[in-house]
């Protein structure tokens, strides 16, 4: 066997497909040690192993190589077996657990996640960018840590503000998606941050959606605002029933709010207060649900952000800006890619109006400059 080459071999015949079981296999040879090099195929899938006798760090991996997203086979459910004739292999649901400096997804296997340490022998998939080598050195290799695969990970002091959601049926169908405010990341896509999702779940796939990126794993910049909105989209080659539930949290969002709003039936879903349920055709939906903090509806008249005296609402494509205190100098719209699509000089008022903006529905930033010189910034979205 090569050194840091991953392999898959199959169980033997003999075992049973409904009750796991470990396969002992005997690895003869001398144990590797210092530097091993992997050259991956640029732009392709592949598949590593950790080639070390002992666990290695997968943060550790993802800083000083850049491998980005890590995934791990796991294929772990036995058949639903609920019910008989034809249909007795139904949602088996064949998946990865996903990794990244985020944090990681679990598959339906008890939506268990990886620790961030990478056992002795233990395989790996990830997307290469570049040809460029991949190096595993001894200091990425830790004591301990290499009898137990699965389990919640730590944060290692690093501030982390996450959110696990679940997307299942009551037969056995199961995704996890990740999303995460974390210390290093960005909202545009980062190679150590987000991950994609996988077509590796054979009837369902769950997903946020970022610059039309569709991720198991997003991470996005902090500080946190609560006027954020993240696109959630799904697949189902299954027609009925399906929840969207919080599995569980940390950071932040063990006390923030966050919503489910769903378009179809015009709902915002408190997920703190329970799973949202919901029948679905088949088919991919990538404009029906989206995620969100606060459950004021931008749009309706409401005003948002009140703080500084500066008041913005955006009601049928007008964007309405209010001053309290100071007269407003100057007013600059911007889209989230920082690009300027409006700006108007001397106002000399306490208000303005803006209409026919020529903008897609989409989110944009407002930066209002009061005659004091004071700044404000407040994010809407326009529709």
């Not at 995460?180 to 959606?209: C, K, R």
């Not at 399906?242 to 769903?262: P, R, S």
């Not at 649900?289 to 009601?315: H, I, M, P, S």
């Amino acid at each position: 066997m090569v050194a840091a080459k991953g392999y898959i071999v199959r169980a033997p015949q003999g075992f049973d497909i409904n009750i796991p079981a470990v396969y002992s296999a005997v690895f003869t040879g001398v144990p590797n040690n210092g530097d091993i090099s992997f050259t991956p195929i640029a732009t392709k899938w592949n598949l590593l192993g950790n080639p070390y006798p002992s666990a290695i760090d997968a943060d550790m991996l993802i800083n000083n190589t850049g491998v980005g997203a890590l995934y791990f086979w796991t294929h772990n459910s036995p058949p639903n077996g609920s019910v008989v004739g034809d249909a007795k292999y139904n949602y088996t649901a064949a998946d990865y657990a996903v990794y990244t400096l985020t944090g990681s997804t679990g598959t339906s296997s008890g939506a268990a996640v990886m620790l961030g340490k990478i056992a002795a022998g233990q395989g790996f998939f990830f997307k290469a960018s570049t040809g460029s080598n991949i190096v595993f050195t001894n200091s990425m290799r830790v004591v301990g840590n290499n009898s137990q695969f699965f389990k919640t990970a730590e944060t290692k002091g690093i501030e982390k503000n996450r959110l696990w959601l679940n997307f299942a049926n009551a037969e056995g169908a199961f995704k996890q998606a990740l999303i995460g405010y974390i210390e290093g990341a960005t909202n545009s896509w980062d190679q150590n941050y987000d991950a994609a999702t996988l077509n590796g779940n054979t009837y369902v796939d769950f997903y946020s959606i970022s610059e039309a990126k569709k991720l198991a794993i997003q991470g996005r910049a902090i500080p946190f605002e609560d006027t954020d909105v993240i696109p959630l989209g799904y697949k189902t080659t299954v027609a009925g029933e399906f929840t969207i539930a919080i599995d569980h949290t940390d950071g932040l969002f063990d006390n923030q709010k966050v919503y489910l709003e769903d378009k179809t039936t015009n709902t915002v879903y408190d997920l703190k207060a329970g799973d949202y349920k919901f029948t679905t055709e088949i088919g991919t939906f990538t404009d029906r649900f989206q995620l969100k903090y606060t459950n004021k509806t931008l749009g309706t008249g409401d005003f948002e952000n009140v703080k500084d005296g500066v008041l913005v609402a955006v009601k049928d494509k007008v964007i309405n800006i209010i001053s309290t205190k100071e007269n407003i100098k100057d007013v600059s719209v911007f889209d989230i890619n920082g690009r300027l699509i409006y700006n108007k000089k001397k106002v000399n008022s306490l208000e303005l109006s803006i209409s026919n903006l020529q903008a897609a529905e989409q989110v944009l930033l407002v930066k209002v400059t009061l005659e004091n010189k004071a700044e404000v910034t407040r994010k809407i979205i326009f529709k």
